[in-house]
C-alpha cells in the first residue's frame, strides 16, 4: 500500500436473487436492485450506466457499482442512472433515468426484465462493489 492508497481493500457483496413463479401460468418479472452511491460530500460526482451495471464514482476515488455476474435467465437487464437518492418503482424502473454523465445526486440501479415459467424459479446474480 503505499501513501496515495487510503483504503487497504474493497468492499464487496455478491448477491443472489432467486424468484419463484407460484403461479399456474407464465408471469413477467421486473427484478430491480438499486444502491445509493452517493457520498456525504456530492461534489463532482459523475455517473456511468451500461448493459451490465451502473456505477457512481467521485473526488477521494470514492464509488459504487453494481454489477452483473454471469448470464441471466431474463430477456431484458440494463444498468441505470438515476437523478434521486432513492430507490425506483420496479414497475417504472427507468422513470428518473438519466444518461450517463455528471450529476449531483443520483444513485445507480441494475434491472431484470423477463417472464418466468409456471412453478419455475429464474435466478440472477450481481456484485455490489465499492470503487
Same mark, same amino acid.
Request: proline share 8%; aromatic share 10%; glycine share 12%.
Given at each position: 500500500?503505499?501513501?496515495?492508497?487510503? *483504503?487497504?481493500?474493497?468492499?464487496?457483496?455478491?448477491?443472489?436473487r &432467486?424468484l419463484? @413463479? @407460484? !403461479?399456474? #401460468?407464465?408471469? #413477467?418479472?421486473?427484478? #430491480? *436492485?438499486?444502491?445509493?452511491?452517493q457520498?456525504?460530500?456530492?461534489?463532482? /460526482?459523475?455517473? /456511468?450506466?451500461?448493459? +451490465?451495471? &451502473?456505477?457512481?464514482? %467521485?473526488?477521494?476515488?470514492?464509488? *459504487?457499482?453494481? =454489477? +452483473?455476474?454471469?448470464?441471466?435467465?431474463?430477456s431484458f437487464?440494463?444498468?441505470?442512472? !438515476?437523478?434521486?437518492?432513492?430507490?425506483? +418503482?420496479?414497475?417504472?424502473?427507468?422513470? +428518473?433515468a438519466?444518461?450517463? %454523465?455528471e450529476?449531483?445526486?443520483g444513485?445507480? =440501479?441494475? &434491472?431484470?426484465?423477463?417472464?418466468?415459467?409456471? %412453478? &419455475?424459479? =429464474?435466478?440472477?446474480?450481481?456484485?455490489?462493489?465499492?470503487l
Amino acid at each position: 500500500m503505499t501513501g496515495r492508497d487510503a *483504503r487497504p481493500f474493497t468492499t464487496s457483496i455478491k448477491v443472489v436473487r &432467486a424468484l419463484k @413463479n @407460484n !403461479q399456474p #401460468v407464465q408471469k #413477467v418479472a421486473n427484478l #430491480v *436492485r438499486f444502491a445509493d452511491a452517493q457520498p456525504p460530500t456530492p461534489s463532482g /460526482l459523475f455517473y /456511468l450506466a451500461g448493459l +451490465n451495471g &451502473a456505477l457512481g464514482w %467521485g473526488l477521494y476515488r470514492y464509488g *459504487r457499482v453494481l =454489477e +452483473n455476474a454471469g448470464l441471466p435467465p431474463f430477456s431484458f437487464w440494463q444498468g441505470y442512472v !438515476q437523478t434521486v437518492p432513492t430507490g425506483p +418503482n420496479a414497475c417504472a424502473f427507468a422513470f +428518473n433515468a438519466v444518461s450517463s %454523465g455528471e450529476t449531483g445526486s443520483g444513485s445507480v =440501479e441494475l &434491472a431484470y426484465v423477463g417472464p418466468v415459467p409456471a %412453478g &419455475a424459479t =429464474e435466478t440472477v446474480t450481481l456484485v455490489n462493489r465499492g470503487l
